[in-house]
């Protein structure tokens, strides 16, 4: 195996994170996440927001935070309505309806949700007998590696505060996209047109965590108490704030997503160039050529990459993603190798 | 603060854990825990424990292992039995209940279930209206620092395999019980007197992990389904499994408990010397001393520790905790410092 | 209002059953589904079913009895195959997902699942990174008025064996469409060919009750338990069991069924004689046409029926349902109504 | 068998329902307890109560009552405190904790909760590494036939209200309760003295039901979402409230009550007369009596009645209930009966 492009949590984390860790050695913290470094990158990142009125929790990954948040915000009955593409909706294994909650799944478009779906589930259910939609989850980047404008976001705000729904982003890969070429929101952007999302910590740099952030004061409360009802709660939780006070302490956060991008972005106009097809557009940190399965079998020895979906009989959908690790001459290197083999 | 006896995980990991990550780099791994760290570390823990037919998987924190293994363990209708003072009891936020399952709680001794006590919990609940018990919970050590004897787990091992009953033992700090100078039970007598167990990285030496052992076949099937079910799959998994090379190895794993018992085992001698009374007997790295209030707040401000629980108008039950990182030395000034304050 | 066609459980229960509650009297009976009316209504079903080892529960509602079915025949991390118009995807307030387990979906065609369909998922839930498909739901008749033939139920069963899947049926409407002209399923079948269904009472002249009939061994263990777990279990279970000894001593069971269709039939074809169109090929006592708006604000204060969909700016699909009170005049005069309204 | 003294729901129901029941006929009624039986049965409550700014819903059973009540109060969290002798606590197969919630269980007297005891558990449940407590849950009668003095519900109230609890009374035997000759307390003083609580129906004359009274704003909103998430819709919901109607349109409910408590009060004096000593002093339609082993086989066979629980080699405590269908010519005669046998 020469490189894996098979997803950005290969390697353990940045060597910033790595030399932080070195540093501080045997000092000693508090636990359960009430220590200085919890303290100080909560403050960093509501700097780099520009917001202060809000919560911030760390957590280890991006399933339980979305079953924790989601198990939070909604009563019993109330459902959360996604794209079918949705991480909540395929590949969580159930972990939003093990805590009691339906995906209400509309089709999108590009991974994305629009504001006449959310309309129209909610439209259907009106009564009793079924369940009460009360929270939009949306992905950004998208699982499909596409990035919602701020237009965009500021019309499903919209419709979510006329439909009484709560707003949540999903940020995996949020570095990534705030990152894009593509992108128009900022932190604070997200501060004033969501009522919670995630900076996701393991997908960019960091060796785990995820940085819950609650606005909407309602979801505020008592939040401490379903972290550790959901078995969510570390007890070292400065291990995951130190990785994002390196993030977060100068511009390491936007600089790795730009760097992910940059390499992504020269693999997809490259291998445009060469006449591969994409399955979707994709300006973030996520690539879904079409390869042949001929040549997907050719290469799969020397480099890693996901098989997303099989096309017909002879060509599937498969995905690239570049990492903080990845090394622009590593892909320039992989771009050289496909031109032998097509 | 000149030290914290608080807890066994103030700080982030043991110094070859940490050079460890350090030489590990840029090293790409595959994710979700099938890499060839978590290979290893998996391999490592069979040969110390002499046993092979087992599966092993790699948890975050003690509360998410208990509620992963319970809710995977039993049916809807099925409890656990376990000791007033069991962490799944009073520590976890009704993480057990919040899966489904009640506890059915006996007083014990000394933090230690009985015999008689899980006969007559499943006496009492025999038939339909109630729950049914189907798990025996123990901690080792316990949450008072005591250990179980071999002899006892023999019998209540027995006792379970009668009465139809899982035995599952939470070894959140069994480093430090199977080290203590009292400890008659090897890793190998747990694989054949248990049906799970686990072994605590986080409060031994690791930055997180706990190492689940499924001894019972029935307990094995699709497990993994069950992790990321519940938001507990890593994807860094191979980040955890690092640790437990470095502690498996070689036999840094006893060598902490060791050292930590020593410690805590220096502390309680002297303690005892200067005449104070303790709550339990323990051989192990947590010790429960009875401290005046007046004392207590005298010396709050210069070392760290746990109140445990309030005794009477001015005696507390106290915790002192020592940790990989716990010098001897610092064990001796305190009791120093102590001697100037009485 | 004339009459209500709106559903099949307007009025309280078949003359039979009411004149047998007046005959028991003050006649002591033992709790919770352990007497002797309960014993006799199961031998009576068995028969009728010419089907021995077989166990019968008998539970108040539709919802609860799919509710504890699937929570006791899942995993956690399970799920349940269904077409989207299935009862428990949209019309159980997320009772499903309440209990823990994720409906996935599929188009169907006229309401019923396709053995391509059911593969299809399967295939594509392949990993534990996804729930695990488990369960085939389907209803009988269907929500559109539609049945299944025998030679669909072989296939499907065939191909749940293959893929181990269990077949439930639910049959909330089972008397009518075993008593439809179309029908060639009979009880035995049903208990040849699925591993669970039930035998609605509440729909079909009883005043509560649905008879979960379990055939798969696997199924069976423990099931009251489930039953009480889920407050499910009647402490006056022999209530419900009475008016199943009536519907079942004779064949009271299928005459009603006959009878409702009989009645929806002569609407149907009357309608259709009309010029109405239908939105789906109904021969059981749900039937599906389509009014213009118009004509349903003028008849809507004289006889009662659902709204089930707005078709576009004038027309509505509605339903009728036929119940055992049902008077064939009633619908002859309806017919008569309808005559003077277009 | 002569009689069954063993509970007090061994038959349907008042001869004054059933007749009832047969009035109706095929009236045809709104189904889910929209219907005007339903609004009838809340409107003759509320008066009883004298009371208006109160919401009921009739659910099926008390288990049921318990689950949906509860699941619907407490987020997922919090945790309700009661007697260990609680029905929720004991004899529901873990349905509270099925929903989620942890019963916080205390010794009581005389199966009641003390003040002490609820402000002991919120201290002692004071960060979130524990459950929180939200709910004090009491029944009335209780599980061993006590009832509450109005001063001690005041005192709960407000020692509630001190801690922002729930007070939430099970009333599966209120009927009794309120009907005892110790008894001062009205419906209207629960009204003012709870948040909620039922009025139990099944074991009271009715062939099933609970009337759930809530109170408390907090806990009014979208609770028809609740019962029906849960299973516990009725589809015949006029079923249950036709029932009620007969119970509360005049004193019937009072009436069954005071008939139900005065054969018991017969029974306990007489046989208190012969010798007999009892577990609790019940002054409802449960009593207690410590019967000798060999008394308990004699005759076993002739009455029905409940082996509570084995006190030494050769006593039982025993429980006998009386229902609104038992005579007292029947309660004589088994004192005749007796005598012969002592």
New interface residues.
């Given amino acids: ?1 020469i ?2 492009f ?2 950005d ?5 940045h ?1 910033k994170i ?1 030399k932080r ?2 540093d ?9 996440g009430l220590d200085r470094h919890t303290e100080n990158a909560t403050r960093l990142i509501k700097e780099k927001m520009d917001y202060e009125r809000c919560d911030i929790h760390f957590l ?9 948040m989601i ?2 915000a909604l ?3 109330e ?1 959360v309505i996604c794209v079918d593409s949705g991480h909540i909706n ?6 939003i ?2 805590v ?4 209400l ?1 509309t089709k999108g478009i590009a991974g994305k949700i629009t504001v006449d779906e959310i309309k129209n589930v909610c439209k259907l259910h009106a009564d ?5 939609p009360k929270m939009v989850y949306i992905s950004n980047s998208t699982e499909v590696g596409t990035i919602y404008r701020k237009s965009e976001l500021i019309e499903i705000n919209k419709t979510c505060k006329d439909l009484g729904l709560y707003l949540y982003m999903d940020g995996a890969r949020l570095g990534s996209a705030l990152s894009s070429i593509d992108n128009d929101i900022t932190l604070n952007d997200l501060a004033n047109l969501t009522d919670a999302f995630y900076i996701g910590g ?2 960019h740099g960091n ?2 965590g995820e940085a819950l952030v609650l606005i909407n004061d309602e979801l505020k409360k ?1 939040f ?13 939780g ?2 995951c704030s ?1 990785g994002y006070e390196v993030l977060f302490e100068d511009d390491l956060f936007f600089e790795i997503g730009r760097h992910e991008n940059e390499c992504a972005n020269y693999l997809e106009t490259e291998l445009k160039n060469l006449g591969f097809k994409f399955y979707s557009n994709s300006s973030t940190n996520q690539i879904f050529p079409i390869f042949k399965d001929k040549l997907i079998n050719e290469i799969k020895e020397d480099y ?1 990459f996901e098989i997303i979906e099989r096309l017909n009989n002879e060509e599937s959908v498969i995905r690239f993603c570049t990492s903080f ?1 990845t090394k622009i001459d590593t892909c320039k290197n992989f771009i050289l190798y496909i031109k032998t083999k097509i």
Same sequence: chains 1, 2, 3, 4.
């Fill in positions: 195996m490189y894996r098979t997803n949590y290969s390697c353990f984390a060597e790595i860790l070195l501080i050695g045997y000092e000693q913290n508090i636990g359960y280890v990954g991006g399933t339980q935070t979305n079953m924790v198990s939070s009563k019993n009955f459902a395929v590949h969580e294994t159930g972990a309806e093990g009691g909650h339906k995906c799944v009793c007998h079924m369940v009460k393991t997908k060796f785990m008592e401490r108490y379903n972290i550790k009802h959901h078995g969510a709660m570390l007890s070292k400065y291990a130190i890693g690790d």
